[in-house]
């Protein structure tokens, strides 16, 4: 283990939701299909399974890239892998935000964060625990409507990040990437989607439907998220992960972060 100090931790948490037809998507999408396509015992006696599936890029945990929002930016292909690995800071929320389903999240939070913890430092993976994450899958409460279709646009109530914040931290600190543990990083009824812009204008990629965001502590967890390798993609799923090393470890982490 001295030579692979990244093989040696205390806990590793899986930080994303299975992919089945109660996956939760934007109202106006279909969702996720899983068809089976062969399961059993073959003539040659032996057993064989193979599915296809269909699904948007964005629904599910999954990840945007920064062309979603800013023609000519990055697709998911493009995206660094540097940048989809990092040491997380997990700013919890989730008082506030289980109180008012409107919540945007504030440049004081992240001040205030900081007043605890130090400073975001260059390379972090930012995680916004809403504690939405325990109402998955349950449409009503997770983003405040169970209607599909168009006319669930104005029902739509989740917490998310403000625009204010988000160009505080694009201008004041260099971060790899930003996530949260609801549907969308704009608050559920934006009708601009300007936190997604600013990001996305950035080069920046952010992760949504982020799970098990309470499993980890405020600062030592180290993150790696994997979205599938669409070329062309303005999205993916995502399989994020959060290593938690033991205290020995640490320093290695901290390292690799700004490799």
Not at 69 to 78: H, I, N, R, S, Y
Not at 141 to 163: M, S
Not at 234 to 246: D, T, V
Request: hydrophobic share 35%; proline share 5%.
């Amino acid at each position: 283990m001295k030579n692979y100090p990244f093989l040696d931790y205390e806990h590793i948490i899986d930080l994303s939701h299975s992919y089945s037809s109660e996956t939760i998507y934007w109202p106006t999408e279909e969702g996720f299909k899983l068809s089976k396509e062969f399961g059993g015992m073959t003539d040659k006696g032996y057993y064989y399974s193979a599915n296809k599936f269909s699904s948007p890029e964005h629904g599910g945990t999954h990840i945007d890239a920064p062309i979603h929002f800013a023609k000519q930016k990055q697709t998911v292909d493009q995206i660094s892998l540097k940048k989809l690995l990092g040491a997380a800071i997990v700013i919890d929320i989730s008082e506030l935000a289980l109180q008012n389903p409107d919540y945007q999240i504030s440049v004081d939070v992240f001040t205030n964060w900081e007043s605890s913890f130090g400073k975001i430092r260059d390379g972090s993976i930012v995680l916004l625990y809403t504690g939405y994450g325990k109402f998955w899958p349950n449409r009503l409460k997770y983003i405040g409507t169970n209607k599909i279709g168009t006319e669930a646009l104005n029902e739509l109530h989740f917490p998310g990040l403000h625009p204010d914040a988000t160009k505080w931290l694009i201008e004041n600190r260099n971060i790899n990437a930003i996530g949260l543990d609801t549907q969308s990083i704009d608050y559920g009824q934006s009708k601009l989607f300007e936190t997604h812009r600013l990001l996305c204008k950035h080069n920046i990629p952010f992760f949504e439907n982020v799970a098990n965001l309470d499993q980890l502590p405020p600062i030592g967890a180290y993150v790696i998220a994997l979205p599938m390798k669409i070329e062309g993609g303005s999205g993916a799923p995502l399989r994020i992960i959060a290593i938690i090393p033991k205290k020995d470890y640490l320093s290695f982490f901290e390292i690799t972060t700004n490799i």
